[in-house]
């Protein structure tokens, strides 16, 4: 089983929905939780960390954490197309495990 | 965030000759810094780990005497790909860490191509 599975995707949303994306993990003992965006051929960027169940918003990011379910999910609102990319879900254990990613098509 | 500098950013070689890809974290001392791999359409995938002074810790499947890492630094990790290979092409991408935080930041990565 791997670490940190996500729905590879692609997620196609139109302009102005939410887009949902997710990500379960194997290790109940993690401990903090990333999500990060990836456009092609670049590295990713930290778009925000979460560490307590439940929800954290920035901006038009929501992050959401249910440890006792092993599930961390984020929420885009008002989705716009430059936030077309791939969003890796990363979890802290020993080392930091990372998602394989969903790809995000947010058409115009 | 931490700002974290790669160099090159793109390098095109022939096969057999080794590159030496530089990763500097330019405002914090990353006292572990992480060495990533991605292959297209794939996730990050880590190649090894290294503290400041030590040597690294190679991931299972990862050839030390071939990806040779040099933390010699706190501002400052090499990696180079020795002898590459076509199959060595790949996008890495170091990612330094600063003592005890938990936020990982990544370099802009490098792409690298062998001929």
């Known amino acids: 089983q791997k670490e940190v599975e996500q729905n590879s995707g692609p997620l196609s949303v139109p302009e102005g929905a939410i887009a949902s994306l997710n990500c379960t993990y194997s290790d109940r003992g993690s401990q903090s939780f990333f999500w990060y965006r990836q456009y092609s051929g670049k590295s990713p960027e930290l778009i925000m960390f979460?560490?307590?169940?439940g929800d954290k918003e920035d901006g038009r990011f929501t992050a959401q954490l249910n440890k006792a379910s092993q599930y961390v999910s984020l929420l885009i609102r008002d989705s716009q197309p430059s936030d077309s990319a791939t969003y890796l879900c990363?979890?802290?254990?020993?080392?930091?495990?990372f998602g394989t990613g969903t790809s995000l098509t947010v058409i115009p | 965030g931490a700002v974290v500098s790669q160099h090159p950013s793109w390098v095109i070689c022939k096969s057999g000759t080794s590159v030496k890809i530089e990763c500097r974290s330019l405002?914090?001392?990353?006292?572990?810094m992480f060495w990533y791999r991605q292959f297209p359409k794939q996730s990050l995938m880590l190649m090894a780990t290294s503290n400041e002074g030590s040597k690294a810790t190679y991931e299972q499947g990862v050839e030390k005497d071939k990806f040779l890492i040099n933390h010699a630094s706190l501002t400052l990790s090499t990696l180079t790909v020795t002898s590459a290979h076509p199959e060595d092409s790949s996008f890495y991408i170091c990612s330094p860490k600063q003592g005890s935080y938990n936020e990982q930041f990544f370099g802009p990565g490098t792409r690298l191509t062998v001929l």
């Open positions: 990363a979890v802290t254990g020993n080392q930091f495990y």
């Open positions: 979460i560490y307590s169940n």
């Open positions: 405002d914090f001392q990353a006292t572990t």
